[in-house]
C-alpha cells in the first residue's frame, strides 16, 4: 500500500534529540528552540518568530494579540481546519464565512468587502496548499477598515507571493509543523510577528502571561504574572526533532516539488486533451472520441511560488471521487478528500454565519481528492499512482487523451 502520507524524516533527528537530552534542559526556549526561531527569522524577515505546540495555539497566540473579544467577527474562509475558526470563536468572537475560488480554493478577495460589519475586528485568510491568497487586494481592504490580517500558513510554510514569504503579510502568520506538514517536529507550530510592536506582548503571552522571557534575558529581577496567557511553548526534543529538517528544508521541499511536476505531467491530458493532442481537439486515434477534461488539476496564479505541500485533482462529482478512492485502494494506493465546510458543522452553525451565497465551497470541497504527497515518494510511485488514476477514467469510457469514447 502506498500510503497518504508520512512524516519527513532526514535520518539525522535521533542525533539531535539525543544531544538536546545530553543538555539537560528539556523544557522549552533552550538552545534547538533558539536554532528553529533564528532559521524562522533569517528565511523570512519577521521580526520576530517564536515556536509553539501547534498551529492551532499559534493561531489562539494571534487572536490574543489582536485582542479579538466577544461580539467581535472574523472573516474567514469555510474550506479550512477547524483550527482557523476555534482561535477566534473560543474568545467569543463570530465566524463570517465567505466564498472560496474554485481555481485555488482560496477565500475569495472579490468578496470579503461584503462581509465587513461594524463588529468585524480581523480577515483570516488560509493560503491551501500552500499557494497564496491574493493578497495585495485583502491588505488594501484590511487597510481601508482599520483590520487585522492573519495568514494562517499552516501550509505554506517556504511558500511565496511576489517573492515574499507567506506568513510575512498579515500582522501575523501561523505556520505549522505536524507530521502531515512539509517538515515536522511531531505536533507543533510556530507564529511570526510581523509588527514589532507586537513581540513583547507575544512573549508574555506564549510564557503563561508573565515576562519571564524578560527574566531569562536579564532586563527585569524576577517575573510575575502581567497579562492573559497560557503555555505554548514546545519542549526542547520537539525543536531539536524540528532542526536538521530546517537545515535541510530547500531539499525536502526539492524532491516534493519533482513529485509534484511528475503528476502534473503526467495527468495534464485528462485535465487539458488539446495540449496533449497538440492543440488538435479532433486529432485523437481513440475514436470516436469526443474530447473534453475529465479531472482538473491545480492552479497556481501569476505570482505565487507553492511548496508542493499537496497535490489534488477535482472529479466531476463526489459520486465519481468515491469510485476514484475506491479503485486506488483495490490498487494498494490510500487517498483522502479535505475539509467539510465549517459552516455545515454542528459548531459552525452554532458560532458563525456564511455570507452571500454558498457557490463554490461546498461543490468544489466535494470534488477534491488528494494523492499521496511526502518526503521519500519516489518518481516511480508518483507515475504509478498517476497511471491508475488515467487507467479509471479509460475503465469508465474515457480515453487516454482525455475525451469521452
Known sequence: MIPFNKAPYTGYEAEHVAAAVATGKLSGDGEYTKRCHAWLEEQTGAP?????????????????????????????PSYTFVSTADAFV????????????????????????AAITKRTRAICVVHYA???????VILDIAKRHNLIVVEDAAQAVLSFYKGRPLGTLGEFGCYSFH?????????????????????????IVREKGTDRSKFFRGE???????EVG??????????????????????????????????????EPLA????????????????????????????????????????????????????????????????????????????????????????????????????PMYYGLKTSEAEYIANKVISFYGARGFCSNGGVK
Open 48 to 76: 520576530k518568530a517564536l515556536l509553539t505546540t501547534s498551529c492551532t495555539h499559534a493561531l489562539e497566540m494571534s487572536a490574543i494579540l489582536s485582542n479579538i473579544t466577544l461580539g467581535d467577527e472574523v472573516i474567514m
Open 90 to 113: 473560543s474568545r467569543g468572537a463570530t465566524a463570517v464565512f465567505v466564498d472560496i475560488r474554485p481555481d485555488t480554493m482560496n477565500i475569495n478577495e472579490s468578496l470579503i468587502e
Open 130 to 136: 500552500g499557494v497564496s491568497c491574493e493578497m495585495d
Open 179 to 203: 507530521d502531515t506538514k512539509n517538515l515536522t517536529m511531531g505536533e507543533g507550530g510556530a507564529l511570526l510577528i510581523n509588527k514589532k510592536d507586537y513581540v513583547e506582548k507575544a512573549e
Open 220 to 226: 527585569v529581577d524576577k517575573y510575575s504574572w502581567v
Open 230 to 267: 497560557s503555555s505554548y511553548l514546545p519542549s526542547e526534543l520537539n525543536a531539536a526533532y524540528l532542526w536538521p529538517q530546517l537545515e535541510r528544508a530547500t531539499e525536502i521541499t526539492a524532491a516534493r516539488m519533482a513529485c509534484w511536476d511528475t503528476y502534473y505531467k503526467l495527468l
Open 272 to 371: 487539458n486533451p488539446a495540449v496533449a493532442n497538440n492543440g488538435h481537439q479532433d486529432n485523437c486515434s481513440e475514436t470516436p472520441c469526443k474530447v473534453h477534461p475529465c479531472i482538473e488539476l491545480p492552479s497556481i496564479p501569476s505570482g505565487c511560488e507553492h511548496n508542493a505541500h499537496m497535490f489534488y485533482i477535482k472529479c466531476a462529482d463526489v459520486n465519481e471521487r468515491a469510485s476514484l478512492i475506491t479503485y486506488l485502494k483495490e490498487n494498494d494506493i490510500y487517498t483522502v478528500f479535505h475539509y467539510v465546510p465549517l459552516h455545515s458543522a454542528p459548531a459552525g452553525i452554532r458560532h458563525g454565519r456564511f455570507n452571500g451565497e454558498d457557490v463554490y465551497t461546498t461543490k468544489e470541497s466535494e470534488r477534491l481528492l488528494r494523492l
